[in-house]
Every structure is written in C-alpha cells, then in structure tokens.
C-alpha cells in the first residue's frame, strides 16, 4: 500500500465532509473553515486531501490569496484523482480573481491537455473566463460554446460549428 492509499480518506469522511460542504450557507466563514479543519484533523499529519480542502475553504470564503498557496502544497504533494483536477480548476479560478490571468490561462490550458473526464465543461468554462480576461474574447466565446453544445437538446451540430468557426477559419474561404 502507497502513502496515499494509507491517507485516502475513507468513505465515512468523505460522507461528513460532503455533508459539511453542503452546508457551508449556514455557517458564518469562519465557522465553516473550522468545521472543515476539524474533519481534517482527522486525517494523517501532511495529507495532500487535508492541505486540498483547507485550500478550497479558503477559497470559498473569499481569501483566494489563502487558498492559492495551499492548492499548489497540496498538488505538490500528490494529489490525485477528482480532487487533483478540482484543485487545478479552483486554483486557476483563484489566480484569475488575484489578477494573475496569464497563470490561470496556461494552468488550464494544460488541464485541457492532461485528460478527459466529467469536469471537461468545467475547465473549459474557468478557462475562457480567463481568456476573455486577457482580450482573447472570440477564443473564450468558441470554447464556452462547444461546452455548451453537447447538453443542449437540438442544434448540437450546428452550435459547434459555429462556435469552431470563431477561431478557425472556414476552408470554403480560401
């Protein structure tokens, strides 16, 4: 068994710490934080999981500059899984709001790169927020698009078309 087998949290804690996220509305921010450090405390000292959701309170309660750092400890030492994509899409969110735009640009970029799964739509929505930031509006517009166009009930076709014409140029053209 590997160090972060050994530290996975188990199902229970992922089920309290569910429930405590579902329920950040009805605390004040610090309240939450410290509910969310408390279920941490329950964790192995150094837990990349532990550092992750310390980051994401943070954030959450509106001290991005807080959270950046603690995503990258947390990345930096091995997170994985569904929590290592959500601690690269937040951190990117959190460097766009602090005006580091460029970061948040290439963080997801590479995201967009690294794989694929359910939270495609959601890298790709922080990314063109990120890009309209930085005057690439039609790039930003394209990509929110083409997220879009697969949930929508008809039209699939031609939204991506269109949305894949904003950025490249149509071959009839010349």
Do not use: C
């Not at 970029?109 to 890009?131: N, P, Q, W």
């Amino acid at each position: 068994m590997n160090d972060h087998q050994k530290s996975a949290p188990d199902a229970a804690w992922e089920q309290r710490s569910a429930q405590a996220w579902a329920s950040i509305d009805a605390h004040t921010e610090e309240n939450f934080r410290a509910l969310i450090d408390s279920l941490v405390a329950e964790l192995p000292d150094g837990s990349a999981v532990g550092v992750f959701e310390r980051a994401a309170a943070f954030d959450s309660t509106g001290h991005s500059d807080l959270a950046v750092p603690l995503y990258r400890q947390a990345l930096d030492q091995g997170l994985t899984g569904e929590r290592r994509r959500r601690a690269v899409i937040q951190m990117a969110s959190s460097l766009r709001n602090l005006g580091r735009v460029e970061e948040s640009v290439k963080l997801l970029t590479e995201e967009m790169e690294a794989g694929s799964d359910h939270l495609d739509d959601a890298v790709r929505g922080f990314l063109a927020l990120a890009l309209a930031d930085v005057g690439r509006e039609r790039e930003a517009l394209s990509l929110a698009l083409r997220a879009l166009a697969p949930h929508l009930p008809r039209y699939q076709r031609s939204l991506g078309n269109y949305a894949r014409l904003l950025v490249e140029p149509d071959d009839e053209e010349g």
